[in-house]
């Protein structure tokens, strides 16, 4: 072979491979999850900020929340148990917990969460998702602080409708609940079962609203789902204020002390965020 041909054909492989690494980089970054908080480290749970903003309690009860870190009795495995306050106290109407994500999801961008969550007990009302306030604005916005936001509750509306426990999310322009759908089956999905993992994937286009974004898809594997299933198209933001989300936030509930929704907890594990559709999961 001569020089020339050994010089093309080293140049030619040597794009071959600045195309391979770039392309294998580019995926990587798209692909990989970047951990927002699974509860193993002990001082993980001083990352959080935690504000109950209306405490409504009587007698009064300072931080009557209960926001801890407990470990599985047969696993090696911490997560978060959330409850609006002890068993019998009522009055505490906005438990929030909240902190900073690891990367800030900038308007334009599309990133997908992945959170594990287990019902303690009903009766119960909780909500969680992601905020684009600060950390003052979020205690003083409270519920109107969330974007993305899914909810658990058990609890009978204002117009006296019973919700039954299933995972509902926001959708519509008059910020009304729905439940999410279980594909095969076409109906609405069944509550979540009691002290039973669920994995959810909530995937955030937070592009302008003219440009379709300002929504998200959530997937949810367990329970009925055996496998991953797609259970919601294009929930919608809460606000839409169209700014960059920089908080995972929570909020749980006493109801008014006269009709209490009930004290039961969420707990909360494997809290991840990934750039762009990523439906893995980071904990198989």
């Not at 900020?49 to 007698?59: C, G, M």
């Not at 906005?94 to 308007?107: D, G, M, R, Y």
């Not at 299933?229 to 008014?256: S, Y």
Request: proline share 5%; hydrophobic share 35%.
């Amino acid at each position: 072979m001569s020089a020339k041909s050994i010089s093309n054909t080293a140049t030619v492989f040597s794009l071959l491979l600045t195309t391979f690494f770039t392309s294998y980089t580019f995926a990587y970054t798209e692909n990989s999850w970047i951990l927002i908080d699974n509860f193993e480290s002990p001082a993980s749970i001083n990352q959080w900020v935690n504000a109950d903003v209306q405490n409504e309690t009587q007698p009064f009860i300072e931080n009557p929340q209960v926001t801890i870190i407990e470990r599985e009795s047969d696993k090696n495995n911490k997560y978060l148990l959330r409850k609006p306050a002890a068993e019998g106290v009522v009055g505490n109407r906005k438990a929030i917990s909240f902190l900073p994500l690891p990367e800030q999801v900038n308007v334009g961008d599309t990133f997908t969460f992945y959170t594990r969550v287990n019902v303690e007990y009903f009766p119960n009302n909780h909500s969680f998702g992601l905020s684009n306030l600060s950390a003052e604005k979020i205690k003083t916005a409270n519920y109107n602080a969330f974007e993305p936001m899914i909810r658990i509750t058990d609890k009978a509306e204002s117009n006296g409708v019973k919700n039954d426990g299933s995972l509902m999310v926001l959708s519509g322009a008059h910020k009304k609940y729905k439940s999410i759908t279980n594909p095969i089956t076409g109906k609405k999905a069944a509550p979540l079962q009691e002290n039973q993992w669920y994995e959810i994937w909530y995937v955030i286009n937070n592009s302008p609203r003219k440009d379709g974004g300002q929504s998200y898809d959530l997937y949810v594997r367990g329970g009925e789902f055996n496998t991953q299933q797609k259970v919601f198209t294009q929930a919608d933001f809460r606000m839409k204020r169209e700014q960059a989300l920089t908080h995972f936030m929570a909020i749980c509930n006493t109801g008014p002390k006269k009709k209490p929704y009930g004290n039961g907890g969420i707990r909360y594990d494997d809290i991840y965020m990934a750039k762009g559709l990523q439906l893995s999961s980071p904990i198989d």
